[in-house]
């Protein structure tokens, strides 16, 4: 006999002794009876010196393997450039603008962005220094001298940002010949920045610019061509004399579809019409199903769950990439799912209680998460497999348990063993960890989503042996 049956036999003896008689010393003969069982049960131990053990290894190896790669891991990105136009003549303003983002299309914010420009010489005319903005996008502009040289002219531009590898990117523009033979007045509109990134439900704005050339003061008016039916745009003013300025608002619905929108904004007046394009990118999604829970976008509630989303998952690679795979697979249903539930009540209630176990379990793993501010990606990896250990066993382990009691009356035994799962649970953590060095934003993608199923079964594996070995002790 081990030393804790040893130990829990003396106390139970002891015990039962000294109360033996009435209810009281039956309910705690009972009581005792039960927990000197569940201690000496042969499933229990094997559950505890089998599986315990492999799980405190695996997470062991995985911390160890994340925290070297740290030292190694170093996020790629990527810049945009253009032109508000691909000629032009001499005295004219040349505006410049693009946008740096990391491979998965996030925004790069504080990024040093470097821009040189070259004569058909390859003689330097403009050098400057920009830093991106909170979403990515920079911009500048200089002015073309009156004695500029026709022909090509290259717009060469790099980011650097620690952390980050360096990025370059180029393009060009021309002073053709003949160009100021033509003396008529004109105009030209340009968009800065012509890019901008947003969540469905949110609105952005991009500011347009109308410089006058050779004299021109017509009104100009503007429209867009095309609007997405869950678009709303607006312009404040929309009639503008160059040399003059208009914003540009665009509004999304919920419900608008992750993707990359380009709008062309239309200029006329006075004869001429000239259009410029803005893009953009819809992505990351609001939570349309609290948000038609809970009925406001400002309940706290859904305050939480983007914060969580924004400010823990987002702000990591591992986090990123599996959302990028969660939310192809969210945005599928959700919003089908939130328009039902706006329009039954009975429905909203259901799902309030439903989310409320889901955000209680994110209220815990965000404590744990704040514990490794030292490292973001250990401590999404671990708050990912509490929340999804506990998610498997609130949400998945009942429908688990009312199959397998279908499956038993029909006779079927079903029976799961845990080293696969875990084995599958082990590959996943590795497949992190080397994405995590290189990294592989695709590999990563799948690896996480692996990651979480594999603990969401075996969280329902271990529960339910934990279920089986609870009944046969109290039938005993």
Request: hydrophobic letters at 45%; aromatic letters at 10%.
């Amino acid at each position: 006999m081990n030393p804790l049956n040893s130990f829990l036999h003396a106390r139970c003896a002891r015990t039962l002794h000294l109360e033996e008689q009435g209810f009281l010393g039956q309910y705690r003969y009972y009581l005792q009876r039960t927990v000197l069982k569940m201690a000496s049960s042969r499933s229990l131990k094997l559950l505890f010196k089998g599986s315990v053990p492999r799980c405190l290894k695996i997470f062991a190896v995985a911390t160890i393997v994340l925290l070297f790669s740290a030292a190694f891991a170093q996020n790629e990105m990527s810049i945009t450039v253009s032109t508000n136009s691909n000629a032009y003549d001499p005295g004219e303003t040349v505006m410049i603008s693009g946008v740096v983002e990391d491979i998965s299309g996030i925004p790069v914010p504080a990024a040093t962005v470097s821009i040189q420009v070259k004569n058909p010489t390859e003689e330097t005319i403009y050098i400057s220094v920009q830093y991106s903005s909170s979403d990515g996008n920079y911009t500048d502009n200089f002015v073309l001298a009156n004695d500029s040289l026709t022909g090509s002219y290259g717009v060469f531009v790099a980011a650097n940002k620690p952390g980050f590898s360096d990025c370059h990117v180029q393009t060009s523009f021309s002073v053709p010949r003949g160009a100021v033979i033509n003396q008529t007045s004109d105009f030209a509109i340009s968009a800065s920045p012509d890019t901008r990134t947003i969540k469905p439900g949110e609105s952005t704005q991009f500011s347009l610019s109308l410089v006058s050339m050779r004299g021109f003061a017509s009104p100009v008016s503007l429209s867009i061509l095309s609007v997405p039916q869950s678009f709303e745009t607006s312009f404040e003013p929309q009639v503008v004399v160059p040399n003059g300025s208009s914003t540009l608002t665009v509004r999304t619905q919920p419900t608008t579809k992750n993707d990359s929108y380009v709008l062309t904004v239309t200029a006329s007046g006075g004869g001429k019409n000239h259009s410029t394009n803005v893009t953009l990118i819809v992505q990351g999604g609001g939570c349309l199903i609290a948000t038609a829970t809970y009925e406001s976008e400002l309940a706290p509630e859904v305050q939480f769950l983007r914060g969580f989303r924004d400010e823990r998952v987002m702000a990591t690679l591992a986090g990123r990439q599996f959302l990028y795979a969660f939310n192809m697979f969210y945005y599928s249903f959700s919003p089908k799912v939130a328009r039902l539930i706006e329009l039954d009540n009975g429905l909203r209630a259901i799902f309030r209680v439903a989310l409320y176990p889901l955000i209680s379990i994110l209220v815990f793993t965000a404590r744990l998460d704040s514990l490794f501010v030292f490292y973001r990606e250990v401590g999404v990896i671990l708050s990912g497999f509490l929340a999804s250990s506990f998610i498997g066993i609130v949400y998945f382990s009942p429908i688990a348990i009312v199959l397998k009691r279908i499956l038993k009356a029909r006779g079927v035994d079903l029976r799961v063993r845990l080293e696969p799962t875990m084995t599958v649970l082990l590959a996943s953590l590795v497949a992190i960890s080397v994405a995590e060095v290189f990294p592989f934003y695709a590999a990563m993608s799948l690896a996480t989503a692996i990651f979480v199923l594999a603990t969401i079964c075996l969280s329902i594996r271990l529960f339910m042996r934990f279920l089986d070995s609870c009944l046969k002790f109290f039938r005993v």
